[in-house]
């Protein structure tokens, strides 16, 4: 018998704010940036983003996304035993905005509650996370992980990445555990890690303890993106996964389906060409919400399923990178 975890239920919120490439486009002529438009269209295949609105936050549209989850998987909070909570712009530092979530949920049986920032693979770890739990102890039979992004407020306005790159939003799936006589589920999770590119971002510019300095600029309190070049992405994501599948018997064209960061359909599909496969064995939705973080490869699995499921034995990778970098992705089986 295999203890398999199954991903049961997915849900997303998208905000209701959407903007299109023509602000943006006029947004960056006032800074002399018109080449920076070719950029965020071609290079990054955006069309539209959808932002948080007046009173919207990383807390709010991940309960949204929650809530969704449990009705796609037709079960209610009180059915859960856990809970992560992922993003890398949360509401509060503490308490723990898993327990904001608990309490707002009425989740009543969960007992573990806690937050996980590792940046934009954040609900890849935190699913790894949450499927360590379930396998290895018997307390628990469903975690909901939660991601969500909110990157607007912190975006500075000279930022082609920051402003005009990212969207905002909230994704969930929530995770069973079930005793069976085939493996399926997640199968395995591999990352990897690489610093060298580390100083090239941070949020906030300045470092927390300085946020509160008033000699402090609002400028340096937001999100740092210096341009650099990161071309090694593709063969990063092409070693991961590649790395991933041998590990466990498979080759790339074994795999149905690639849930991948949403950042760069350039990169995506660049990627796709490397292992060979077909670039329709992709779902790529970033030109419609922006780019989401932690939840994007979360985002492309739910229109996918919107559209169409997946049969029993197939096979599907989730991979993401995070800046830094480290890049990680999970191998999964229906």
């Known amino acids: 018998m295999y203890k398999n975890v199954h991903i ?13 490439n023509e602000y943006f486009k006029n947004h960056f002529e006032k800074y002399g940036m018109s080449r920076q438009n070719e950029i ?5 295949g955006r069309d539209t983003r959808t932002l948080a609105e007046e009173g919207e936050n990383s ?15 037709n079960l209610t909070a009180a059915d859960i035993d856990g809970i992560i909570s992922v993003s890398d712009t949360p509401e509060y530092f503490l308490p723990c905005c898993a327990l904001l979530m608990k309490d707002a949920l009425n989740a009543e049986n969960v007992t573990n509650v806690f937050d996980i920032n590792d940046n934009c693979i954040g609900m890849i770890t935190g699913i790894d996370v949450a499927t360590r739990y379930l396998k290895t102890d018997k307390r628990y039979k469903r975690f909901l992980v939660v991601g969500a992004m909110v990157m607007s407020p ?13 969207g905002d939003g909230g994704a969930a799936v929530i995770l069973e555990v079930r005793e069976e006589t085939k493996e399926r589920g997640v199968l395995d999770y591999k990352v990897l890690t690489d610093t060298s590119y580390n100083k090239y971002t ?7 303890s300085k946020t509160i300095k008033s000699e402090t600029k609002v400028y340096d309190k937001k999100f740092m993106w210096q341009p650099f070049n990161f071309d090694v992405l593709s063969d ?9 599948l041998k590990d466990n018997s498979y080759t790339p064209q074994d795999i149905n389906h690639y849930f991948m960061s949403q950042f760069s359909k350039w990169d995506l599909e660049l990627t796709l060409q490397k292992l060979r496969v077909p670039l329709t064995s992709a779902t790529f939705v970033g030109d419609k919400y922006g780019y989401t973080g932690c939840t994007s490869p979360f985002m492309a699995l739910d229109d996918r399923l919107k559209v169409e499921g997946f049969k029993e034995g197939e096979l599907v990778i989730f991979c993401s990178v995070a800046v830094g970098y480290t890049i990680a992705s999970i191998l999964y089986k229906w």
Do not use: N, Q
């Open 59 to 73: 807390l709010s549209m991940g309960l949204e996304a929650a809530k969704k989850a449990l009705e796609a998987a």
């Open 236 to 244: 990063a994501w092409v070693e991961l996964i590649t790395g991933l």
């Open 202 to 208: 941070r949020l906030p510019a300045c470092g927390l």
């Open 8 to 20: 049961i239920g997915v849900g997303t919120y998208h905000p209701g704010k959407i903007v299109k």
């Open 154 to 166: 912190f975006a500075r306005e000279d930022d082609i990445v920051g402003y005009g790159c990212f």
């Open 40 to 44: 965020l269209t071609e290079r990054l």
